[in-house]
């Protein structure tokens, strides 16, 4: 009993030199000969456990290395992958942009003359956004535009990003078109600044052409009061002109709005705004002016535009039963400068049909809309510069329709008939008799 009991002592005390990092063959080789020595063992058995200890001490070292090894190979592929690895803030970059090709004809020149204009011209748009973090995100557009008015030097066109077709081959300038960073801690709130889309609600583009970018700060409150009630907030601040010793030129806007969803497919949208200004009246006309607003004799502006807005869209989903028509929509809209006493309103009605936004093919829209801007209602500077070249002072007639001919490219087709409102002296308002302008675009879009 006594041997079996020294026998399994000395195997445990074997196996554990094997797999000890402080083992050795000598230690196992004085441990066989105490065994032997007490007879335990034989000198044949000492010597085979010798054997087989070695080989299992020789292959657990192999083991051990080839393990090491593995490790160490698979440290320097994760530091490879991690060093090759895309940022986060790449994964969450979303690049976008647009190409327009638009063939244009007008019969009314620059300067009221009658006569038959044609020119062909494109528009380049793109740019980046990306989320920094869960609240942030940082964005920007490239653009390309012409110049604009002789009044403004070297300034670019803030209403138009086209650019014709001309001038023997030169180079066309490519302007920062937005430059923005948005935070929105919450599902109902957000806040924007830098040079941005105009992030105002308006029926059509009737207070700010829809290419305008301001710049300043802005924010939207958004909440759900019951299924049917929906309530919304737009206020802004922005920067007109900065001024070196005169005080600066700003403009504010405060739009409360109430969206009421009468069903699942019919719902009303109404606003109610003020947009303020400071700084603007006894000042020489900003960059891109069409030289229609009242000025003083000293060629100034002669008013203040604070301006109480209305707006208006009743939208019906699926109107007719058809999914070849999903939305229908009527527009309405109307402002009143409170400077001055005359020539101060402005209106637009109108109706929008077909699908929100061409994508894919057979996506088709088609919007109506008759505008009148009375002479001082608005800056100058804001109105769609396709709409009499952008004056105030003009009303008329704009249909705009769209074709998506396969995803992601369309074809648009839109048609202006206009006029000014009032006759007036020539040397006073460039816009000064009642010349009427028909005005026809075809363009291709091709987004990317």
Known sequence: MKKWFYALTGLFIAIFFTHSAYGSSSEMEVLLKILEK?????????????KETKEIAAKEAAKAKEEAATKQTLAKN???????????????????GDLRLRGEVSDRLENNTKGTRERLRYRLRVGAETAITDQVTVGFGLGSGEYASTLAGANGNARSGNQTLSDSFTRKPVWIDTAYVTYKPAKWFSIMGGKFNNPVWQPSDFFLCSEV????????????????????????????????????????????????????DTSLRLTAGYYGFDNVARFTPFTGTTATNTLNSKGNYLYEYNAYTFGTELGFKNPFGSKMIPYFAILGGYITNSDPRRDNKAYLAGFNIGYPSIVNFADWNLEYTFRRYERDSVLDIFPDTSFYGGATNAMGHRIKAAFGLTKNISLGLNYYNTWTVRPVPAAANRNGNQSVENLGQLDFLFKF
């Open 38 to 50: 007490k007879g335990i063992i034989t000198s044949s058995e000492a010597q085979s456990i010798a």
């Open 78 to 96: 994760d530091e490879a992958k991690k060093e090759w690895e895309t940022p986060d803030w790449l994964k969450n970059t979303k690049f976008k």
């Open 213 to 264: 970018n301001p710049e300043g700060a802005a924010i939207k409150l958004s909440g759900t009061v019951s299924p049917y009630v929906d309530l919304f907030f737009d206020g802004a601040f922005y920067l007109l002109s900065e001024r070196t010793t005169d005080p600066d030129a700003i403009m504010y806007v405060a739009q409360p709005g109430i969206k009421l969803n009468f069903t699942k």
